[in-house]
Nanobody, 125 residues
Framework: QVQLVESGGGMVQAGGSLRLSCAASGRTFNMGWFRQAPEKEREFVAAISWSGGNTYYADSVKGRFTISRDNAKITVYLQMNSLKPEDTAVYYC?????????????????????WGQGTQVTVSS
């Protein structure tokens, strides 16, 4: 059974930074980050291929967030800079068994097989 554990959430003032981590058990996957704000649908944030060679971002976070993974490729990070109140949400990491990776593919929840329980990020103005 594959398990994902997120960490690194918290409260920060607008303009500040946080780094989220997602540890995966078992093996390397194409992985993504999603977020869900109150009364809104879960939305795509960023994704990274199993090799770390390809990354994809939602337009709303381009230039501010960076997704990466360690050399062992089992831990994925989301570095969040220049945070805005609009970034406030529960952030989830996800992993997919699919080997095919494109921005359009990995931006959709339906392709992911495993999900973490989420970590809260709150940005105050």
């Amino acid at each position: 059974q594959v398990q994902l554990v997120e960490s690194g959430g918290g409260m920060v003032q607008a303009g500040g930074s946080l780094r989220l981590s997602c540890a995966a058990s078992g093996r390397t996957f194409n992985m993504g980050w999603f977020r869900q704000a109150p009364e809104k649908e879960r939305e795509f944030v960023a994704a990274i291929s199993w090799s770390g060679g390809n990354t994809y971002y939602a337009d709303s976070v381009k230039g501010r967030f960076t997704i990466s993974r360690d050399n062992a490729k089992i831990t994925v990070y989301l570095q969040m800079n220049s945070l805005k109140p609009e970034d406030t949400a529960v952030y989830y990491c996800a992993a997919t068994e699919a080997t095919y990776s494109t921005g359009s593919t990995l931006s959709h929840e339906v392709v992911y097989d495993y999900w973490g329980q989420g970590t809260q990020v709150t940005v105050s103005s």
